[in-house]
């Protein structure tokens, strides 16, 4: 249990334990993120410093700018600074391979040559995973040419949306990229800094998007692939059936969902058949 | 090759939306149209705490799962007193299909069901309070241990007695033990009910029972 007063110190104005609670139900149930104890320091440092940065008197003040702002900029402010946004090029490859080599080829059986494949990657962060989507798949899926690839990008965050639109990362991003890729893909552009290719950054849509918001999702139709790794893991059960159950809407039939190592859809919902490509197991909607 | 996707933004879909009614919503869901349609009405629903009850009779009669996945999750997001005693009623179903969703379901609700649950402990029907116990056993709330040592301390039937033996074997601690001690001379005819009780006296005094050893 949290403890009964955080007390303030020069800067910084009380938060109560009822008034991290209620901060953090509001918070849940706009995103569906839920924050647990453990997270109670990071979380109630950043409400600290949006409740300074908006010259706010008291957390009442803040939490009515939060809920009635007319622009709803400090709310998207204040998402920006909550979300963790830790990501590189290729992570987690195995599951890419999974596309080029399993998922594609079995959409590709089905549809006729010079048609679209859709896939989705969200939340997208800074933009490595769609990117890193397109580059494999121009370098590994030998039918590429033969279809419109349309990648779709999202996240709740702003801040990282321009980034990933931006394409401009650090050697850290890259490391696990050869330098035959990094050749082809990005141009230097400083110390520690590399921007991708205009084609890349051209051809993907990069957008805000709520995965607990059904108008947001109601924008992606007919998707094959959704990327969603770890995402989920900071939902709870409820938030995750919706958040599901709105990316089955967003699928085509016998559509892809890609969750993250650790996570898995056989707790959140019965709609999906786990399929196996290689070593890693993905869900597919029914035909 | 890479073709760039064209999304519409959220003010173009919303202006794009007609507004629909609860009661238009409940006839696209009553009326045979397509799946989507019927999944994006009972999506849909989920504004309309009034229409919670409905939306149990209809999960019943609803033949694809997607559909019952989408109702169930309004259901959720409307968690009354009305939606869970709608659930509870298709407990007594005979599909069992239907019955695993609520089960699962009622769980995701732990607050709001608890006070049906424990009227439901005393049903007439024995397969309703097993299926109760079922549910209290996955059930986070604080009161569940006591509302399952209660069980096996009163309830007349023995399969209902092990229903909540095997949740407390998964949330139960030492202080029980006495309790489920209690339940194998509630039942001295049921040698099983003898065996269950010693494997959980076992566990719970952290005894590794494949090994006899702590």
């Known amino acids: 249990m949290r403890e009964a007063l955080r007390k303030s110190n020069?800067?910084?104005?009380?938060?109560?334990?009822?008034?991290?609670?209620k901060f953090c139900e509001f918070f849940y149930k706009k995103t569906g993120i839920v924050f647990t104890d453990k997270k109670g320091y990071f979380v109630e440092r950043r409400l600290q410093e949006r409740i300074e940065k908006t010259k706010s008197e008291s957390f009442r003040d803040y939490f009515s700018l939060l809920r009635f702002q007319m622009s709803g900029d400090e709310w998207q402010e204040l998402i920006n600074n909550m979300t963790?946004?830790?990501?590189?090029?290729?992570?987690?490859?195995?599951?890419?391979?999974?596309m080029s080599n399993g998922m594609l080829p079995e959409i590709a059986q089905e549809r006729p040559a010079g048609r679209s494949v859709k896939i989705w990657s969200l939340p997208c962060s800074t933009g490595e995973e769609p990117y890193s989507i397109a580059i494999h798949i121009l370098e590994k899926w030998a039918l590429a040419d033969s279809y419109a690839i349309e990648i779709c990008a999202s996240d709740i965050d702003t801040r990282v949306v321009t980034q990933a639109r931006r394409g401009v990362y650090g050697e850290r991003s890259l490391q696990r990229l050869s330098p035959e890729l990094r050749r082809k893909y990005f141009s230097k552009t400083g110390v520690d800094q590399y921007l991708i290719r205009e084609e890349l950054r051209e051809s993907i849509d990069f957008s805000v998007t709520n995965i607990i918001d059904p108008l947001h999702m109601s924008r992606y139709r007919s998707v094959d692939i959704i990327f969603c790794r770890n995402l989920l893991i900071y939902f709870d059960d409820i938030s995750r059936?919706?958040?599901?159950?709105?990316?089955?809407?967003c699928?085509?039939?016998?559509?892809?969902?890609?969750?993250?190592?650790?996570?898995?859809?056989?707790r959140i919902s019965s709609l999906f058949k786990p399929r196996k490509f290689g070593e890693t197991v993905v869900y597919q909607k029914a035909g | 090759m890479l073709v760039k996707p064209s999304i519409p933004n959220p003010v173009e879909t919303l202006a794009a939306t007609d507004f629909v009614g609860p009661a238009e919503l409940l006839a696209?869901?009553?009326?045979?149209?397509?799946?989507?349609?019927?999944?994006?009405?009972?999506?849909?629903?989920?504004?309309y705490p009034e229409c919670g009850p409905q939306?149990?009779?209809?999960?019943?009669?609803?033949?694809?799962?997607?559909?019952?996945?989408a109702i169930l999750n309004t259901l959720i997001r409307l968690r009354s007193a009305d939606v869970i005693r709608g659930l509870v009623e298709h407990l007594r179903s005979e599909n069992a299909t239907l019955r695993n969703e609520v089960i699962e379901v009622l769980q995701d609700m732990p607050d709001e069901a608890m006070p049906i649950l424990e009227q439901l402990l005393t049903d007439w029907d024995s397969d309703v309070r097993i299926f109760t116990a079922n549910i209290l056993s996955e059930t986070k709330h604080p009161r569940t241990p006591d509302v399952l040592i209660g069980v096996i301390k009163s309830d007349p039937h023995v399969n209902v007695c092990m229903a909540a033996l095997d949740g407390l074997l998964e949330i139960g601690d030492e202080s029980m033990i006495d309790s489920i001690q209690q339940l194998g001379e509630r039942f001295p005819e049921a040698p099983f009910v003898k065996f269950a009780v010693s494997l959980a006296i076992k566990r719970l005094q952290g005894v590794d029972y494949a090994r006899g050893t702590t």
């Open chain 1, 10 to 21: 020069e800067h910084h104005v009380t938060i109560t334990s009822e008034d991290y609670a």
């Open chain 1, 84 to 98: 963790v946004n830790e990501t590189y090029f290729l992570r987690e490859d195995y599951q890419f391979d999974a």
């Open chain 1, 241 to 249: 059936r919706g958040a599901v159950e709105l990316m089955y809407e």
């Open chain 1, 251 to 266: 699928l085509s039939p016998g559509g892809f969902i890609c969750l993250g190592h650790s996570e898995s859809m056989s």
């Open chain 2, 28 to 47: 696209d869901l009553l009326g045979g149209g397509s799946t989507a349609l019927r999944r994006q009405a009972a999506h849909n629903l989920r504004d």
């Open chain 2, 55 to 69: 939306l149990c009779d209809i999960l019943a009669e609803e033949p694809r799962a997607s559909v019952r996945a």
